[in-house]
């Protein structure tokens, strides 16, 4: 039995009106998820717990099959097993994003989409400079996404549970001065984003970027902080191998936690103009090595991060086409199998970040009775399914 899990980074939304009052899912052409709809079952999932932050580290975590109220420590140790960065029982890392902020107010948390290039050259500029010593080391990622590591060595870490972050992407267009890092070890965080302010200013990246009529980078922003988590491998608890294909770290990180093969797909960027029919066709390689393959698509999450209803569309006809159903159309061609869809949380539009609340799931294959849906979207979940599951509970209903 072969198995497919479908991510498309929050799409789950709200009815626009540029949308004629529909969700972006309902306004979009997907005949290959609607088919799913009909050949299978549709219902609601609360992937993200009241009591945790709203985010793909924890949407994801549920999708993996993993409660996070009991596994999740953080966004940012996640992001550090992706890029291969050893945690210790006292050491934290933190989510280091590059960040344009004007007149107090943010402007871009992804410093308009930087280049790696100009990132890493920031990024070794601070490490360079005091703000990296032998407790703070920076690490560069992809694009705005970065860490930053305290190394406790052997002494009790400056943060814990109480220090409290807020994301950069929940602030867009918004001061930033109600949203800076409190509690335990908080007075370290902030000092640090002041000395990258500083820094930044006259970096000669900068003065590039400005010339280029590119936004410059001026802060760092520092969250999602937490310890190294400790997750059972898939194998273990499921008895399946696994493979993810991704272009964000953080799904990297969950995916060596728990022990899956992670495919790199040339062209895969993260962003809206990622090459998703690349992605279709190396989910399809993979099947022949491992029992279940995970596509995953940040496009509808960055349409949502820039209120763009019109592109959160335009990457959900994409996902569909390139992705749903060429990958279905092989399994179908196989012996049995199972495919699932499923947002790992919503992505509002109306306020350009993530949020809590139901998402909708399409499920067909081998052992699935179909129910009476015709379509994937909210309102047919919503019909289909009178109680939500619980997020971490989808992925034993596809495995099942």
């Not at 580290?57 to 992706?82: K, Q």
């Not at 820094?199 to 520092?222: C, K, M, Q, V, Y």
Request: glycine share 8%; hydrophobic share 40%.
């Amino acid at each position: 039995m072969k198995y497919a899990l479908v991510i498309p980074d929050g799409c789950a939304d709200e009815p626009q009106a540029s949308l004629g009052q529909r969700t972006p899912l309902q306004a979009a052409r997907t005949p290959a998820m609607d088919a799913i709809a009909r050949a299978g079952v549709v219902g609601r999932a609360e992937t993200v717990p009241p009591a945790l932050p709203p985010g793909s580290d924890v949407g994801t975590m549920s999708l993996f099959g993993y409660d996070p109220l009991v596994y999740h420590t953080g966004r940012a140790p996640i992001e550090a097993a992706a890029q291969g960065i050893p945690l210790g029982p006292d050491d934290w890392a933190i989510r280091c994003n590059l960040v344009t902020v004007e007149h107090g107010v943010m402007r871009s948390f992804t410093a308009g989409q930087i280049a790696s290039d100009d990132a890493r050259q920031l990024i070794q500029l601070l490490q360079k400079a005091h703000c990296g010593d032998e407790r703070w080391k920076f690490h560069a990622g992809v694009s705005y996404r970065n860490l930053l590591v305290h190394r406790g060595r052997g002494e009790a870490p400056p943060f814990s549970e109480a220090t409290r972050t807020v994301p950069p992407h929940d602030m867009t267009d918004q001061p930033v001065a109600g949203f800076l890092p409190t509690g335990p070890g908080s007075d370290l965080l902030r000092g640090l984003m002041d000395e990258s302010r500083k820094l930044f200013r006259d970096s000669e990246t900068n003065r590039r970027r400005t010339a280029r009529g590119e936004p410059p980078a001026t802060d760092i922003w520092l969250w999602g902080q937490g310890h190294a988590p400790a997750l059972e491998p898939f194998t273990a608890r499921f008895g399946k191998t696994g493979a993810v294909i991704t272009a964000v770290d953080l799904l990297r990180g969950l995916a060596r936690l728990v022990g899956w093969r992670i495919v790199d797909v040339p062209g895969a960027t993260g962003y809206l103009d990622t090459d998703y029919a690349a992605k279709g066709r190396a989910a399809i390689e993979v099947l022949s090595d491992v029992d279940l393959v995970v596509v995953h698509v940040e496009a509808t999450d960055e349409a949502s991060h820039e209120g763009d209803a019109a592109a959160k569309v335009e990457a959900l006809e994409r996902i569909d086409a390139d992705i749903v159903a060429p990958l279905h159309a092989f399994l179908q061609s196989q012996s049995d199998y199972r495919i699932l869809v499923s947002p790992d949380h919503p992505t509002l539009l109306r306020t350009k970040t993530h949020s809590h609340g139901e998402v909708p799931f399409a499920l067909c294959g081998a052992g699935i009775a179909p129910d009476a849906s015709e379509r994937f979207d909210e309102p047919s979940a919503a019909a289909a399914a009178p109680q939500a599951l619980r997020g971490h509970d989808l992925m034993p209903l596809l495995l099942r």
